[in-house]
């Protein structure tokens, strides 16, 4: 592999993971709502999800779905209950009032802020079927452990950095206090989104 294949490889998962999708709307959410300490745990989440995916790609997961095509539609299913559940509970508690960040306590720990990004990002089958079917074909026949290990090195860093950056952006107080304005209707519009996407996924 070449350094501009490998540049190539990085440049259109980032585009991949920079698209809006279910985990855009979740730490949006969660760091609005819970604050940036909360967000950037999320975040490792997600990008923990993003390594998996992308081990999986590689460990030939693509090849997995065209043997085996109940699996990839039991993936579907168990995602798109799980987008289903998250647009309940976001209708449920939308005109909740919107819980202030504590600075000295998270509202929930670290650790179940990593395991909800990770579950969140695992049961997701947009990343699924990046990595499964775009991603795998990226990567020459034959390519080096080392090259191997860089890519999957820099898809971690890619998901993980960019939901920093959202976290950090909607966890400061200007974007903070315009949702907080408008949660009631942000969160119903997120979940129907969610709800619409977890049913295409389901459907298709």
């Not at 079927?129 to 990567?139: E, H, K, P, R, S």
Request: aromatic share 12%; proline share 6%; hydrophobic share 65%.
């Amino acid at each position: 592999m070449t350094l501009a294949a490998f540049a190539t490889v990085v440049l259109i998962h980032l585009a991949a993971a920079i698209s809006p999708g279910p985990s855009f709307v979740v730490a949006l959410r969660v760091a609005a709502a819970e604050g940036f300490r909360v967000a950037a745990a999320l975040a490792l989440g997600f990008g923990c999800g993003a390594l998996l995916w992308a081990t999986a790609a590689m460990a030939g997961l693509a090849l997995v779905f065209e043997v085996l095509p109940p699996v990839f539609v039991a993936l579907k299913v168990i995602g798109a209950a799980f987008l289903i559940y998250l647009a309940v509970q976001m209708w449920r508690h939308a005109a909740r009032p919107m819980a202030r960040p504590d600075t000295e306590a998270a509202p929930r720990s670290a650790g179940q802020a990593i395991r909800f990004g990770f579950l969140t990002f695992a049961s997701n089958p947009k990343p699924a079927v990046f990595f499964g079917a775009v991603f795998v074909n990226l990567i020459p026949a034959g390519t080096p452990l080392a090259w191997k290990a860089a890519i999957l090195a820099a898809v971690f860093v890619n998901e993980t950095l960019w939901y920093l950056v959202v976290a950090r952006v909607f966890s400061l107080p200007r974007p903070r206090a315009a949702y907080a304005r408008a949660k009631a209707w942000i969160d119903r519009g997120f979940g129907t989104l969610l709800a619409l996407l977890g049913a295409k996924i389901a459907l298709t």
